[in-house]
């Protein structure tokens, strides 16, 4: 019982992947573009390129690119932008910091590239999120 809480748990925190259905990855692969997720997950402050993903956790750029598409359904820039997003989502809901070093902190370099990305993400843009998220 207690093997399956933990790899449940694991799943849950993306340090597994569900894999549902016939791929062509092999076992070595998937656990590669799993470690690529969690890199993602983990480092997405940093500047990460699929050229940067890809070497630092053993794959080819193309077999990176399908694997996340297979497993994900997303493109690897596709993940960074989604963590970082999430991250900012916190950061509004969390704190006052004003909406411009939330962006920067986010890894968006013009404050206008910021709300740009957010708004189709969430469906509002930054300060609308932030007024809802202070609204009792």
Request: proline letters at 4%.
């Amino acid at each position: 019982m207690e093997l399956l809480c933990q790899l449940f748990a694991a799943l849950e925190a993306d340090r597994m992947v569900e894999v549902g259905g016939a791929t062509t990855l092999s076992e070595q692969d998937i656990t590669r573009v799993a470690a690529a997720h969690q890199l993602v997950n983990e480092c997405w402050q940093e500047k990460l390129t699929v050229s940067t993903v890809a070497r630092r956790c053993g794959l080819s750029k193309a077999k990176l690119t399908h694997g996340f598409r297979q497993l994900y359904q997303c493109t690897v820039p596709e993940a960074v932008s989604a963590r970082r997003l999430e991250q900012a989502r916190q950061l509004l809901a969390q704190s006052d910091l004003p909406i411009s070093s939330i962006g920067y902190r986010c890894g968006y370099l013009s404050n206008a590239s910021f709300p740009r990305a957010f708004a189709p993400r969430f469906g509002m843009a930054p300060t609308e999120m932030r007024r809802l998220e202070m609204t009792p």
